[in-house]
């Protein structure tokens, strides 16, 4: 049963032309991240002086920066950074949020005012700003910008997962299980959290395209991974002084972030449109 | 035959938390359920029946509700219980079905795991036992192929059959009160009688008790062996079976009487108006606007239960003169 569901969804999906090309082009990114060490012809970090700002072509396929090293494999390399960082944030965001935005919802009551109170307190700030004083105080890397970005991103969850749970909640089969004497811990595992979860997958997949771009936003201002680590939002940085030379240099992080991040926004929209078809 | 009494109810205030001040839903309700009998509750919408049974099986939020007077389970008292131990009570020896069946299961998981969650609840036995409990439950309520039901999801059922789940889901504790909460309203009329004709027989068969609320009369007539019409928050008339429906005292009870339809041609006679909302409260009687036999007291006295022996009416009309006291506060 679950099985042919499952089929009927997987056909629903591969009806979405842009979306399997999308996925089919992550599916790739996220790939030569993981095998990068296998895929990249030189060393991302490997300072060659004699062969700064070369044209692509030859052993350099994509060309080489000012110091010298291979644009393609610090493309590579950068999946890791960018892709794989904005994803640990996701989740330990979405886990926070799910877990404190849950408890909120069903306990209910003046425990619910507080939670929600202390999360429009730091929401009325822009994320922004909370993370430029973060790590202001920490100190610019990779760690200090994650932590950063998960503390501004987990109210959001917190916020939007109450409201699903609250939407849940108020069904008629959820009484029908208090009716029954089943325990919170059951309610909660077997009756809210799985009717939660298409939207949770939807909106952490469109998330993760966000979360991305201001990823790189914060390396582009100098914040987070620190060089000679490659990173795509590092890499537009560093090429921005080449601009009237070699533009390329920005092109290419730069494109590959757009893709990305449009990858992402339609794959989950059409995620959202096959979980919405099973729901009507 | 002697009746056990199983559940007892005396003095059950509900009222709801607002702003300001608190709405009485419930006003000073009483019955007794007796082993093996079924009280059949009537009354229009809005009358308090759901918010009774609710406040029953604890079921009211304490920060929105005011739950007051005593609730007797087999001569315990559950009122002051933690949620805990209301919730082991629930589904155990209290069960409840719930009006809307299509609405109670959860469309993602089968009714094999809606079942053996739910015995697993009450019992510490592993799956395959639970599953076995769960096959002979539903074997008992005469549902086709139980074995093919329990890999079933909700959507691939009729109301009529998910009713019965419903049933066999609140029935295997063996409970020894079963609150029905209107359990026939969404399913059609020969699936009703169906159910109907299972749940009496599950009630022979296992003495449980039943509260069946409904505002079907007919229902009530097939199935109930006492009645009690609430009206406005409060029970205004209790008696057996045979002494509500020939022997019909109070007006409201006879003006429900009256806008059940018959076979004669006659046009059928509606009670005018709609019942008190529960915002305003107001002294006498709740039912003196729409009542044929108002009389000039009837806005001024607070009533009270008076008993007749055999029948407990809440109207000024079968009050005796010592008994008829003009309430103070007007």
């Known amino acids: 049963m679950i099985r042919l569901l499952l089929k009927q969804m997987a056909q629903r999906f591969l009806k979405r032309k842009p979306a399997v090309i999308c996925l089919i082009f992550m599916l790739g990114v996220v790939l030569g991240g993981i ?55 996701m989740i330990i965001a979405l886990m926070i949020g799910t877990t404190i935005g849950t408890f909120s919802a069903y306990k209910g009551g003046h425990i619910d005012n507080i939670l929600m109170r202390l999360c429009d307190i730091f929401l009325s700030f822009p994320s922004l700003v909370i993370v430029l004083v973060i790590v202001g105080v920490l100190g610019p890397g990779l760690i200090n910008v994650m932590i950063s970005m998960i503390l501004v991103q987990w109210l959001w969850y917190v ?19 208090k009716v029954a004497g089943t325990s919170d811990r059951v309610i909660i595992w077997t009756h809210i959290l799985p009717n939660v979860l298409p939207q949770l997958i939807v909106l952490s997949t469109i998330d993760l395209g966000s979360l991305i771009l201001h990823f790189s936003g914060y390396s582009f201002l100098g914040l987070g991974i620190q060089p000679p680590t490659p990173e795509w939002g590092m890499m537009i940085e560093n090429g921005r002084r080449f601009i009237r030379s070699t533009p390329e240099l920005m092109y290419y992080p730069g494109i590959l972030i757009t893709l990305v991040v449009i990858s992402l926004n339609l794959i989950g929209d059409a995620l959202r449109d096959i979980f919405d078809g099973n729901y009507q | 035959m002697i009746k056990t009494n199983v559940m007892e109810i005396k003095n059950l205030n509900v009222s709801l938390k607002t702003q300001g001040r ?46 007051a007077g005593s609730i007797a389970l087999n001569g315990q008292a559950i009122q002051g219980y933690n949620q805990e131990k209301v919730r082991r009570l ?56 139980p074995q093919k039901i329990m890999k079933q999801y909700p959507f691939q059922l009729s109301g009529g059959m998910l009713q019965r789940v419903m049933i066999a889901i609140a029935l295997f504790m063996r409970p020894s009160v079963l609150i029905a909460d209107e359990p026939t309203t969404s399913l059609d009329v020969t699936v009703q009688y169906q159910i109907l004709g ?3 027989q599950l009630r022979d068969n296992y003495k449980t008790s039943m509260l069946l609320v409904s505002h079907d009369l007919g229902i009530i007539a097939q199935m109930a062996d006492n009645v009690a019409v609430m009206y406005g928050g409060y029970i205004v008339e209790k ?86 006291i003009p309430c103070a506060c007007s």
């Open chain 2, 90 to 145: 629930r589904g155990g020896t209290l069960s409840m079905i719930m009006q809307n069946p299509i609405g109670s299961f959860n469309p993602l998981i089968t009714l094999g795991e809606h079942f053996i969650e739910t015995i697993r609840c009450h019992k510490t036995v592993s799956k395959k036992e639970a599953q076995q409990i769960a096959l002979e439950m539903l074997s008992k309520i005469n549902l086709p192929q």
């Open chain 2, 198 to 200: 299972e749940l009496s």
């Open chain 1, 159 to 177: 916020r939007i997962v109450r409201s699903l749970v609250l939407s849940i909640t108020s069904r008629s089969f959820i009484d029908a299980a």
């Open chain 1, 35 to 89: 095998f990068a060490p296998w895929l990249a012809p030189h060393d991302p970090t490997e300072v060659a002086l004699k062969f700064k700002l070369l044209a692509p072509g030859g052993q350099f396929p994509l060309g080489t920066d000012d110091m010298g090293r291979c644009v393609f494999s610090r493309l590579l390399y950068g999946t890791r950074a960018s892709l794989g960082s904005a994803f640990v944030v």
């Open chain 2, 22 to 67: 608190d709405v009485p839903v419930v006003k000073n309700v009483s019955f007794n359920l007796y082993e093996g009998k079924v009280l059949g509750l009537i009354g229009e919408s809005g009358c308090g029946k759901s918010a009774t049974c609710l406040s029953i099986m604890g079921l009211l939020e304490r920060d929105r509700w005011n739950v």
């Open chain 2, 239 to 324: 008696a057996s079976i045979l002494e509500i429906f020939h022997n019909t005292l109070h007006p409201y009870t006879r003006a429900l009487m009256q806008s059940k339809p018959s076979f004669t041609k006659n046009r059928l006679n509606v009670l005018e108006g709609y019942p008190p909302s529960i915002m305003q409260i107001k002294a006498g009687c709740p039912f003196a606007e729409r009542c044929s036999y108002v009389q000039k007291d009837c806005q001024k006295f607070e009533m009270s239960d008076y008993d007749l022996g055999s029948h407990t009416v809440r109207c000024l009309l079968y009050a005796s003169a010592e008994e008829a």
